[in-house]
């Protein structure tokens, strides 16, 4: 049975009305006027609307890079009824249009209705994305009948990841880098000797196999004592470690450009950097469990990016000194480069200073420590006076990140919104 639309009363009215008044009063031209809207009503009764619906997603990519152009393929088909067949598929946000429209509107004739439509959009932002479900409203072409709208389509996934970013006007650190890596920067997991070393307290990461229990039994002064673990010489290369900072003042700028995910691109680009140079790089999130102990190769890239890919920034302040706190144990008799990519501010400098001091209580204070200062007030800003409060809160800054400087950490200032990270890594690195 048919469901009628609220339309479908207005046109019996309309026919039954001069209807009845033309043969009240025996009128033959009021009685035909009524017939018209009569005949137009049996005649699209005879008529569904559209059904049978059928909507294909064609091949696609299940990967992008930020920026780059995805093209979204899709195959309609309406086998039955007479009418307008409107297809819509949402498109998430951070996603700019591209080439096409992602809504289309079709007429099914008598015929069967196969059309291919595409469009292409464009990716802003990294994250995992669903695409593939399309709303679509088959309308009966004289709208006597009620509307259907369905959802089909299958649904798939489209990761964006972040475009890396390779720092070629940079030569080799050993010879022109401002921050030099320190000689004694060796690796606490790289290639173990057969040398030695001494007994030191369980960390969380140290492998079971190496806890010596006979001098934990023996040495232990209470229940609640970590175990000890053999520590041997190690044949490591050099040790980067590396802090993004993922505090919620990183969130300066747009919910598409701003200071964390200009961070992630910068850790991305510095850990990548240090790993192609046969280095060992480690990892923390700050203000997250979220991190990787020191490792080097393409596993060790892999899996940075794939964190980086995940990270998001939180809705309150991190302590850089937490995540100092948590890696003691790993960074303890070894001087490892220290990179924290980070919105240096008021509010934690203070923080910075007192992780840094820790850092050099731990690894010696030979240790090399740098910072690069994330400007995203730039990213924020739409007109004269958000320059003008730009350059204001910058001047605000200054105090902040000569008390960070004060410690012996070299910082260098990045505005994402007029410099690319090649220029200012060729300041921090070297110069070609």
Known sequence: ????????????????????????????????????????????????????????????????????????????????????????????????????????VHWKGRGRLDSQDDFSVVGRRRGSYQFGTAEVEMVHFSGIKTTKVESAGDRREILVRQKPLILRGVRDAKSLTRIPMPVNASCRLGTRSTDFRELRRYVRGDRFRDINWKATVRLAAGEDVPPLVNEYEREGRRTVWVFLDSGKHMTTGTNVENAFESGVAAASAVTRYFLDR?????????????????????????????LLQQAEPQAEECKFTRSVASLEGHIAGSSPLIVLVTSIDPTNSADIVEGFERLKAIGGSGMSMTVLDIDAFGLAAENEDDKLAEALLNVRNREAVAEVRSVGAAVFGWDPSTQTLGRVATRMLGRR
């Open 278 to 306: 046969d280095c060992e790089v480690g990892f923390t999130l700050v203000g997250t469990p979220k991190g990787l102990l020191a490792a080097g190769g393409k596993r060790q890239a892999l899996m940075i990016e794939r």
């Open 1 to 104: 049975m048919a469901e009628w639309s609220s339309r479908f009363p207005v046109e019996a009215l309309a026919a039954g009305i001069p209807m009845i008044i033309g043969l009240a009063l025996g009128n033959a031209p009021l009685v035909a006027v009524g017939l018209i809207p009569l005949f137009y009503v049996l005649f699209a009764g005879l008529f569904s609307e559209p059904k049978k619906l059928e909507v294909e997603a064609g091949e696609g990519p299940s990967r992008s890079w930020v920026g780059e152009k995805i093209v979204l393929r899709r195959r309609v088909v309406v086998e039955e009824g007479l009418g307008l067949v409107v297809v819509g598929e949402k498109v998430p946000d951070h996603f700019a249009p591209g080439e096409g429209s992602n809504i289309r």
